[in-house]
Structures are given as C-alpha cells and as structure tokens.
C-alpha cells in the first residue's frame, strides 16, 4: 500500500484572476501563503452537461500529457444563470441541471443535480476532504449513492457492477487470471459512470498515472460511506458529465477523447490465430500456416486474416528469445514471398509486436547507445527490467522502449515500416502495459511531438508522465508507420493494453 500523506487545504478564496466574473458558470480559487505551496482549484462550464475541476499547483501539476485534449467551452446559446448565495458559494443553473459550490470549509465541496431532484444530488463532494493531497499525489473523495449501478474503469474483473469494490488504476500481463478477482487486468480508463434513479453522472481522470478507485468499499463512522479516487502523482484534471441515460454519457464521453477510427472492411470477418503454428520448427512454421490456409479454402472457411503470434521472432539459436522485428529463418525462410502466398488465398496477416527488447536482441546494444531505453537514475545508466522471453514463465534481462525518446520511437516507427513493406496488413501491440518496478526511471522527453510544460523540465520520472502515456505513444508510432507506407488504406492497430 502506498504511504498515505494527505493534508487537507483550508483559506480558500476567489483568485484575482476571477474577481470579474462572478456572473461566470465557474469559478477560480486558491490557498496558501507563498507561490511555491499555492494550490488553485477551478471549476468551469464546457457544455450543458460537461464541467470541468481542477486542483493543482507548481509542485503538483496538470497531467503533463492528458488522455484527453482539453475541451473548449462552448455556451452560445446556452442559458444558464448563476446567484451567489454567500461570499463563499455559487450556484450555476444549466439547463435542468444545478450546480452548487461550496468553499466555505476547509475543501471545496461540489454538487450536482438534476433540478427536479434538487435535494437529492447525483454527485456531491465528501465535506471537508473533497479534495486532498497526498503526497507527490491527490485524492477525490465524494459520496457513495448505494444501491445505485458503478461501471467503467475499462477492463475489470466480474461482474460488470464494480460497487462497493476497490480497484488499482494500472495495467499488466494477467495471462490465466480469474474472471471474478483479478486486479488489474489489461485495459484501464479512468472513467466511472454511476446510474442513480435521478439521473447517470460519470467523472474522467486524464492523468496517466496510476491510481486507485474505492467504490464505496471504504467507509468510516465520522465519513460514512464515499467513493475516492487516489492518483500517485501529480495535480488532478477531471472532467464530470451528466446525461438521463448511460447512452448520453457514453455519447458525450466520445466527444470528449474521440471516437474510434474506422478499421478495414476486412477486419470485420473471421480473424483466425493461435500460438502453436508460428511455434513449430517440423514442419516449418510458413508450411504449417499454409496448409492451414488451404484447409480452410477446401472447407469452405470464410477468413479475412491470421493473428501471427510472436513465434515467427524466436531466435534460431540459444537463447531462444523473442526479438521485435526479426525473422526466424528456419520457420520462414522467405517472409514476404510467404505473405504474397497467404494474400493470394485472401487472408490478411496480423503481426505481434512487442515494445521492449531482450539483451540478447541484435539491436540491443545499438538501441543503449541512442538512449531508447529508460534511464534508471540510481546508476544514470539504460534501466534494466526483466522482461518475458519464451516460453510461459522464462524471463531474460533488456529495457522497455522509452517512446518519449525521438530515437525509441523513430526504431520503432521504421521496424513497423519495414513490416508493412513486407506485406503484413496489421500491427499487434502486444505486452504493452508497460509493467516496470520503478517509477522514478526517467524518460527521455526529446521527443519533438511532445509539449513539455516550463515546470515539469526538471521531472522527467515515468511516474510523472504516466506509464500509460508510453502505450499511447506506442500507437502513434505503429499507426502512423502504417499510414505513411500505405497513405490510401485505412491503418488497423490491434493494442493489448487501451487508454482513453
């Protein structure tokens, strides 16, 4: 369990910066005595039904690289009006929605509701420790609706309604886990929606980090019962959504972080798969995967495409390692004539690509010296983890591939190129939880896409940054490999791991 450093802020009081907009569906608040300690909070109107809180400051700043591009407020025509019941308190009517603030306490207290239920918030902050920090991090508390239905945060485990339940905001390998227990599993989003009687609100995290989700599996006599959502580092962007029915808060969700592309046709069909042909050495791999192919021709089979696992990477010789973006010879002795041959029965091919390299991978030493790798800064040299390497459970030392380093993500763009060229049709992003044991391991940040804010120059820890901003990067590069070899064909990237 993480150490628990939380300090309750108290002295709050509308910024100068929003002293001229008290008629403004939001509000600008701060606390503390110097600049270095001073937080801001701010609460602000997008939509009819998409607010937008933030709790921040110099040594706790906004997620650096959001899940979400930052939504522009857009009220033209909207009617709404704000009363200001005391000095140290807003009321904003939208719509048939009704939002109060409080800062009158120690923390700012939000809540909202639909106006014919009024009393009866939907959301509502916890009084007193709405918002907190700790440590190198914050937490959101607020209250927990019983009896009412909790879903989101991605992939977790059975059954679909995650109340009263706690959950870690991370991601990893959890090959054979149980349906019912296991946590984490592949995907998360910090996303929560709960379905109350008077109306669905959903709250969104855009940080990268990890964290934690209590879902009213805490509760304390003098606190009673809430949910509270613990982000290891940095300040909290989070955005709150109100619709009648999950389908208007699913409808908004995808405005917010975009909607999903649209695969090929092709992808829509049969994909076929499995890790024993790409395995075998007698007969060869490509034979096997071809007779296969025929079969399902003579069979009258209908399939659009065959998920190659990693078995076509395994090295020749010991150690029999999985290494990205190479051949094995002896199982395909001539790989694009073989993806010719699967393309003339119409199958496409689908290949698994893994974003770390093993030490024994030819191109390991040459990756170390272009500083792709992470940085552990207790020895300033390329940060090693173990990593799987064959077979189920065999492991060998290398590094993940830091893809905020311009050369990471160029090695890789260029290996799913060359692929692409090969003839392969699809990119599997596979392993791509990015399971490390250290958050202080620092990344690159040379990357010239990224925008590194003035105060975040000097912390470059993964921790920061967010492990899930290394799988999102990994798409980009993948995704646009595929489309500048091929700019006319729609780009398909299947990912292990998912984020917002």
Same mark, same amino acid.
């Given at each position: 369990?993480?150490?628990?450093?939380?300090?309750?802020?108290?002295?709050?009081?509308?910024?100068?910066?929003?002293?001229?907009?008290?008629?403004?569906?939001?509000?600008?608040?701060?606390?503390?005595?110097?600049?270095?300690?001073?937080?801001?909070?701010?609460?602000? /109107?997008?939509?009819?039904?998409?607010?937008?809180?933030?709790? /921040?400051?110099?040594?706790?700043?906004?997620?650096?690289?959001?899940?979400?591009?930052?939504?522009?407020?857009?009220?033209?025509?909207?009617?709404?009006?704000?009363?200001?019941?005391?000095?140290?308190?807003?009321?904003?009517?939208?719509?048939?929605?009704?939002?109060?603030?409080?800062?009158? @306490?120690?923390?700012?207290? *939000?809540?909202?509701?639909?106006? @014919?239920?009024?009393?009866?918030? !939907?959301?509502?902050?916890?009084?007193? =420790?709405?918002?907190?920090?700790?440590?190198?991090?914050?937490?959101?508390?607020?209250?927990?609706?019983?009896?009412?239905?909790?879903?989101?945060?991605?992939?977790?485990?059975?059954?679909?309604?995650?109340?009263?339940?706690?959950?870690?905001?991370?991601?990893?390998?959890?090959?054979?886990?149980?349906?019912?227990?296991?946590?984490?599993?592949?995907?998360?989003?910090?996303?929560? !929606?709960?379905? /109350?009687?008077?109306?669905?609100?959903?709250?969104?995290?855009?940080?990268?980090?990890?964290?934690?989700?209590?879902?009213?599996?805490?509760?304390?006599?003098?606190?009673?019962?809430?949910?509270?959502? =613990?982000?290891?580092?940095?300040?909290?962007?989070?955005?709150?959504?109100?619709?009648?029915?999950?389908?208007? !808060?699913?409808?908004?969700?995808?405005?917010?972080?975009?909607?999903?592309?649209?695969?090929?046709?092709?992808?829509?069909?049969?994909?076929?798969?499995?890790?024993?042909?790409?395995?075998?050495?007698?007969?060869?791999?490509?034979?096997? *995967?071809?007779?296969?192919?025929?079969?399902?021709?003579?069979?009258?089979?209908?399939?659009?495409?065959?998920?190659?696992?990693?078995?076509?990477?395994?090295?020749?010789?010991?150690?029999?390692?999985?290494?990205?973006?190479?051949?094995?010879?002896?199982?395909?002795?001539?790989?694009?004539?073989?993806?010719?041959?699967?393309?003339?029965?119409?199958?496409?091919?689908?290949?698994?690509?893994?974003?770390?390299?093993?030490?024994?991978?030819?191109?390991?030493?040459? *990756?170390?010296?272009?500083?792709?790798?992470?940085?552990?800064?207790?020895?300033?040299?390329?940060?090693?983890?173990?990593?799987?390497?064959?077979?189920?459970?065999?492991?060998?030392?290398?590094?993940?591939?830091?893809?905020?380093?311009?050369?990471?993500?160029?090695?890789?763009?260029?290996?799913?190129?060359?692929?692409?060229?090969?003839?392969?049709?699809?990119?599997?992003?596979?392993?791509?939880?990015?399971?490390?044991?250290?958050?202080?391991? @620092?990344?690159?940040?040379?990357?010239?896409?990224?925008?590194?804010?003035?105060?975040?120059?000097? =912390?470059?820890? !993964?921790?920061?940054?967010?492990?899930?901003?290394?799988?999102?990067?990994?798409?980009?590069?993948?995704?646009?490999?595929?489309?500048?070899?091929?700019?006319?064909?729609?780009?398909?990237?299947?990912?292990?791991?998912?984020?917002?």
């Amino acid at each position: 369990m993480p150490q628990q450093q939380e300090r309750v802020l108290s002295g709050w009081a509308v910024a100068q910066a929003s002293t001229a907009s008290a008629q403004k569906p939001g509000v600008l608040l701060s606390s503390g005595s110097s600049s270095e300690d001073l937080f801001e909070f701010s609460f602000e /109107t997008l939509r009819a039904n998409v607010f937008r809180t933030r709790f /921040t400051s110099k040594s706790h700043p906004l997620p650096p690289h959001p899940s979400a591009r930052p939504m522009e407020a857009e009220l033209n025509g909207v009617k709404f009006s704000v009363s200001l019941p005391s000095d140290t308190a807003k009321e904003i009517a939208i719509g048939d929605v009704l939002v109060k603030l409080d800062w009158t @306490e120690s923390s700012p207290i *939000l809540s909202v509701a639909y106006a @014919e239920s009024k009393d009866v918030p !939907i959301l509502q902050d916890l009084p007193f =420790r709405g918002y907190v920090v700790d440590g190198p991090g914050v937490a959101h508390y607020t209250r927990y609706n019983r009896g009412t239905l909790h879903v989101g945060l991605g992939e977790k485990a059975a059954p679909m309604d995650l109340s009263g339940r706690k959950f870690e905001i991370s991601a990893t390998d959890s090959f054979g886990y149980d349906v019912y227990h296991t946590d984490p599993l592949y995907k998360n989003i910090p996303l929560l !929606i709960n379905a /109350t009687p008077g109306g669905c609100v959903a709250t969104f995290s855009t940080s990268h980090t990890r964290g934690l989700y209590c879902i009213g599996s805490e509760m304390d006599g003098m606190w009673g019962r809430y949910k509270v959502f =613990r982000q290891d580092y940095g300040g909290l962007e989070e955005y709150t959504i109100v619709g009648r029915t999950l389908k208007d !808060i699913v409808r908004t969700y995808a405005e917010l972080v975009g909607f999903p592309l649209l695969v090929p046709r092709w992808a829509f069909g049969y994909l076929s798969g499995g890790m024993k042909y790409s395995m075998l050495d007698d007969p060869p791999a490509s034979e096997a *995967l071809l007779e296969l192919a025929l079969k399902m021709k003579e069979y009258d089979i209908p399939c659009s495409a065959y998920q190659m696992s990693s078995g076509y990477t395994v090295a020749e010789k010991p150690p029999k390692t999985r290494n990205v973006f190479t051949w094995n010879r002896h199982r395909f002795a001539d790989p694009k004539g073989w993806v010719d041959e699967y393309h003339k029965l119409g199958m496409r091919l689908i290949a698994n690509v893994k974003p770390y390299v093993l030490a024994s991978h030819p191109e390991y030493e040459k *990756l170390k010296a272009a500083n792709a790798f992470f940085t552990d800064p207790s020895t300033g040299l390329p940060a090693v983890a173990r990593l799987w390497s064959a077979g189920g459970g065999e492991s060998g030392e290398g590094g993940h591939i830091d893809f905020t380093s311009k050369s990471g993500f160029r090695w890789w763009y260029d290996g799913v190129k060359k692929l692409r060229e090969e003839g392969i049709d699809c990119i599997w992003n596979d392993n791509n939880e990015y399971v490390i044991t250290d958050d202080n391991w @620092e990344c690159a940040l040379n990357l010239s896409s990224l925008e590194i804010p003035e105060e975040l120059k000097g =912390r470059p820890q !993964i921790g920061v940054w967010g492990r899930s901003l290394h799988t999102e990067l990994h798409g980009q590069a993948s995704h646009d490999a595929l489309v500048d070899t091929e700019p006319e064909a729609r780009p398909f990237v299947l990912t292990r791991t998912g984020r917002a």
